[in-house]
């Protein structure tokens, strides 16, 4: 499992960096959607993968029998989904914003401010 | 339990939800903007003293203990850096008074303030390296709507070059996260530091400190990721430039001390000689990039990354005098490029423009302007008795101890064509007579330009006092140095002593 996660990983960051390297804006906020949906897997990935083994206390025990799924990884994810999808909304709504304002979905039109 | 190390993250979080709630209040959020970084200026000043004389202190938040719970810890460089964000916050929230526009204020300008000091005290306090991304992106969000505060064509145009590089940066942070729990399981920084010592492969720790270091060499705009730097800090409102140019990439620097320090020292031969090529690539180009441009704020926006450059060298030598220097450089910079920006924000408010070749006359008109100007310029470029001067001479004697005498040799040329271009600045602003065709050009006119003056008269007097005051400051530099150099402290600080 954790093999085919890596290429999956492997595969998404290739695809954010295509997707990136176009000169449209708006497959540019795909490429940034891509690369950090990659790097939340790849922090999943990375605490272990283990079916149908949470991280619950029995009743009456102090603490959990036998080897669980490691939560905080979890949790760290959660918080990462949840700042990406505000910041790339962010995102939506300055490309949009810039399409109105220069008139082009072309990043090469966008050079005034470069030296 | 130590409440003064939460103070200066809480203060501007309270300030900035009051801010918000005042929303159509526009005199009320003036006053509270002033009220609150003065307010969290006391509070570093106390954090900072608690620190000098009580050594790392520590807050386990919610007391849940390290390292299951996330901790704030205030080292002497945290505390420092503490300090220096509220002096430029309380500068810039008095210089905004008049600099900014009713239409800006309107929009959200001191709530968006508050914020961004909030993110940039918590990424200096935080004992957690999770935590420290959570606080970089409070950072950037609230960055990303003062840059495009306004939404004119350039600003949209440098957004989208700034939010994509920052948002690659943040990713790469997270993978090097994912990649470090995954080794240790922990994310406390303190005990990642623990554990990594027993940790035999060594070959992903350095790969783990690439990541770290592209995503942080991106924040702080170093060679060869300072692209979206001179490519947006020049578009929005000048106080909004002058609080980035202080601050955010110094955040980004601060990251790259605490890690290289704390966590990243088992190949010190190989991470910090690349540490040390980046610094001299960064200062040449960012100094290089400046020389070729004839706007005051690109100009400044330049030498943001050729100084930035100086730092990662005291960090790349890694010496106690050379760490020493990069933290006395960073306090020196701090000052002195948010009050060049100021400088130029009140230049512009006197002529209408930012363009060199059409401005001119200024010493003949605002002749206190321009001695207000030539004191940070020189310090910038190193003329003694100013603060850039110690901070250069403990960086170069640091180099010429550690024999690294190509980096020497840098850093003096780098010197040399900083003082080139604020020359430059001061000849075409300040001396030459400006052109006929641009002398009448509608301006925003010389009200209420006290309160910028104010500020930056302040400001020049901050950078004096650093340079004739260099042996307080270089003893506080050095004590901040011995801590970074002994990764124990800060480890027994945090943990208790578990041994």
């Known amino acids: 499992m954790e093999t085919l996660m890596a290429f999956v990983v492997g595969g998404l960051f290739a695809a954010a960096i295509y997707m990136m390297l176009r000169r449209s804006i708006v497959k540019l906020v795909i490429g940034l959607i891509l690369l950090s949906n990659g790097a939340n897997l790849l922090l999943f990935t990375q605490a272990g993968m283990l ?22 990884a979890q949790a760290l994810i959660l918080t990462a989904i949840v700042i990406g999808f505000g910041v790339l909304a ?26 | 339990m130590r409440p003064e190390v939460a103070l200066p993250v809480v203060l501007p979080l309270l300030f900035g939800a009051i801010s918000l709630a005042l929303w159509r209040y526009r005199t009320a959020q003036r006053v509270i903007g002033v009220l609150g970084t003065g307010t969290l200026l006391a509070a570093a000043v106390w954090l900072l003293l608690a620190t000098w004389r009580d050594g790392v202190l520590v807050m386990h938040m919610g007391n849940w203990q390290a390292p299951f719970g996330i901790v704030l810890v205030s080292d002497l460089l945290g505390a420092i850096m503490v300090v220096l964000a509220a002096i ?54 609230a960055s990303f709507a003062l840059l495009i505060l306004g939404g004119e064509r350039a600003q949209m ?39 990594l010592a027993d940790v035999e492969d060594t070959g992903l720790i350095t790969v783990i400190a690439m990541m770290f270091l592209v995503s942080f060499g991106i924040k702080a705009g170093a060679f060869p990721f ?76 330049f030498h943001i990354i050729s100084q930035i ?58 002749p206190i302007l321009g001695l207000l100007f030539l004191v940070p310029a020189l310090s910038l470029a190193g003329i003694p008795p100013l603060s850039g001067f110690f901070a250069k001479f403990i960086l170069i004697r640091a180099g010429v101890e550690a024999e690294s005498w190509w980096i020497v ?76 150099l002994d990764p124990q402290i800060y480890i027994d600080a945090v943990l208790g002593d578990r041994s």
């Not at chain 2, 000048?238 to 601060?254: E, P």
């Not at chain 2, 002529?351 to 060199?356: A, D």
């Not at chain 2, 006929?436 to 006290?450: D, L, Q, V």
């Open chain 1, 51 to 72: 079916r149908g083994a949470p991280p619950l206390v029995p009743l009456g025990a102090t603490q959990p029998e036998g080897v669980v799924a490691d939560p905080l």
């Open chain 1, 90 to 115: 962010f995102a939506v709504v300055l490309i949009h914003r810039a399409y109105e304002v220069v008139e082009a979905d072309d990043m090469d039109q966008m050079k005034d401010t470069d030296t």
């Open chain 2, 88 to 141: 430029s916050g309380l500068a810039t929230a008095v210089y905004s008074l008049t600099a900014i526009s009713k239409r800006h204020e309107h929009y959200g300008y001191y709530p968006l303030l508050h914020l961004l000091l909030a993110g940039v005290n918590g990424a200096f306090l935080t004992g957690d390296i999770f935590n420290m991304y959570v606080w970089f992106e409070v950072m950037l969000v």
């Open chain 2, 157 to 195: 145009e440098g957004a989208i070059k700034y939010v994509t590089l920052n948002l690659v940066s943040s990713a790469i942070f997270l993978s090097g996260i994912g990649l470090l729990y995954g080794l240790t399981g922990t994310l406390n920084m303190a005990d990642i530091a623990d554990k």
């Open chain 2, 226 to 301: 300072f692209f979206w730097l001179p490519a947006s800090y020049h578009t929005p409102q000048v106080a909004v430039s002058a609080l980035f140019a202080a601050l955010l990439t110094k955040v980004g620097v601060y990251a790259l001390f605490r890690v290289f320090t704390l966590i990243f020292t088992q190949d010190v031969g190989y991470t910090h000689e690349i540490l040390l090529w980046v610094a001299g690539a960064t200062m040449l180009t960012g100094v290089l990039g400046a020389a070729a441009q004839y706007e005051f704020r690109r100009i400044l926006s």
């Open chain 2, 309 to 366: 450059g100086y730092m990662i060298m005291g960090l790349a030598l890694f010496t106690p005098l050379a760490l020493v220097g990069g933290v006395f450089y960073i306090m020196h910079h701090i000052i002195v490029k948010a009050n060049l920006f100021l400088v130029s924000g009140l230049v512009y408010r006197l002529k209408g423009t930012y363009e060199l070749k059409e401005l001119g006359g200024m010493y003949r008109s605002h």
């Open chain 2, 409 to 484: 040799f840098v850093a003096l040329l780098v010197g040399l064509l900083t003082l080139y271009s604020m020359i430059k600045i001061w000849a075409e602003v300040f001396w030459k007579a400006q052109p006929e065709e641009h002398a009448n050009r509608p301006a925003p006119g010389p009200k209420g330009t006290g309160v910028m003056y104010g500020t930056i008269a302040v400001m020049a007097a901050m950078t004096v006092f650093i340079g004739f005051g260099a042996q307080p400051i270089y003893l506080i530099a050095e004590q901040a140095a011995h801590q970074l």
